[in-house]
């Protein structure tokens, strides 16, 4: 059995744990699996979804294997740019040369505050897609709802929409023996930093500057939190002045096939503070207690629709001021309010167990297709 698996490979290790958590999972039911990597980027962004190019490149996939497997990770992106108007390299011509079963797995729907979402010519490809695919299922982060107010405001096939599914984002799950036990007492702290100054309109809008131009947050950062990035792209802006990782240690850890050895060092970890959405994921996933901070809808979404939002900072409509104020008393009560850290615990348990389940049952079903 071949399965060509479509994402975003070596470049953090959010997408990373995402696309090699649903292989090893369908491989402990699926015996003398051959997976292949097709990168996303390297493949297909560096020739912006040429038509001509991506159906060349599709065809010899299908042709060479047996199932073509999408995801995990964000992926349902708009791009004018492209060929295919869309970040994922698929339209109607390009879809008619894959003659193997699709099965797309625990995708998101990656949006920006104020930013443009999903035009209608890019949610027309998305819905062939959907279509053609044996399972299309998306991640727990608000994707499902926001996938369906899409199909409100175009218009489009409901029951087509009754065959999309959820499953939990895959950085969540992690085998018993890999999370951390509980701790008494907050030592290691580390935090997790977001920062590319690729759009400052973007940058605006998930209020970064609130964090990491902070005076106060930096001092409290600086003396008792290590950086941990998460993408290249974190070593943009310098916050703590201990490091867990440094750039060249970096290059070989955020390699996709060595996620669960750069994950290793959460075992360590005792508190996450972190801006990327993965490093709440994770750290939930991993077990350790987590304070989140809602610089776009997929992390407050999640928080929201699992009860988080006591240890969540939510920046929007708010003032530096008041960003500065919360952080400084979750910090405070993590660490020195033990009915408060115990609290994170108990409600974490709850939904890792429940969202084990789901994600369980997504994989089955998976595997139903493959076998």
């Not at 995402?18 to 090893?24: F, S, T």
């Not at 729907?109 to 053609?132: A, G, M, T």
Request: proline share 3%; glycine share 4%; hydrophobic share 35%.
């Amino acid at each position: 059995m071949k399965i060509a698996q479509l994402g975003c490979f070596d470049r953090n290790f959010g997408d990373s744990i995402a696309l090699m958590n649903p292989r090893r999972s369908i491989n402990k039911n699926i015996n003398n699996i051959e997976w292949s990597s097709v990168d996303l980027v390297a493949r297909f962004h560096n020739v912006r979804n040429s038509v001509s190019i991506c159906r060349k490149i599709l065809s010899e996939i299908s042709e060479k294997n047996d199932i073509f497997f999408i995801g995990g990770a964000g992926l349902i992106e708009d791009e004018k740019r492209f060929g295919t108007g869309w970040k994922l390299p698929f339209d109607k011509k390009i879809l008619s040369d894959i003659k193997i079963p699709i099965i797309v797995f625990g995708v998101g729907l990656n949006f920006h505050r104020r930013q443009v979402s999903l035009r209608e010519p890019s949610f027309e490809k998305l819905c062939l897609l959907i279509d053609q695919s044996e399972i299309f299922s998306v991640r727990n982060d608000g994707s499902y709802e926001n996938l369906h107010g899409f199909f409100k405001k175009y218009k489009g096939d409901m029951s087509l929409f009754d065959k999309v599914q959820v499953v939990p984002d895959a950085g969540l799950i992690f085998e018993p023996e890999e999370q951390n036990n509980r701790v008494t007492e907050i030592r290691n702290k580390v935090f997790n930093p977001a920062w590319s100054n690729k759009s400052i309109l973007r940058e605006d809008s998930r209020k970064l500057h609130f964090i990491l131009n902070n005076p106060k947050i930096k001092e409290v950062l600086n003396k008792e939190y290590s950086f941990y990035p998460h993408t290249s792209k974190d070593f943009n802006k310098k916050v703590c002045k201990n490091y867990r990782l440094d750039k060249e240690m970096f290059k070989h850890y955020s390699k996709t096939e060595n996620i669960y050895e750069a994950l290793s060092f959460y075992d360590t970890f005792h508190l996450m503070f972190g801006l990327h959405a993965h490093a709440q994921l994770i750290s939930i996933g991993k077990n350790v207690p987590c304070i989140s901070y809602s610089s776009v809808d997929k992390i407050s979404d999640f928080v929201k629709k699992y009860n988080l939002e006591e240890f969540n900072i939510e920046p929007e409509g708010k003032t530096e001021k008041d960003v500065t104020k919360e952080f400084l008393q979750l910090n405070d009560r993590f660490t020195n309010d033990a009915d408060f850290l115990n609290s994170w615990y108990n409600k974490r348990d709850v939904m890792v167990k429940k969202l084990h389940s789901e994600y369980d049952e997504g994989i089955n079903n998976v595997c139903n297709i493959i076998k």
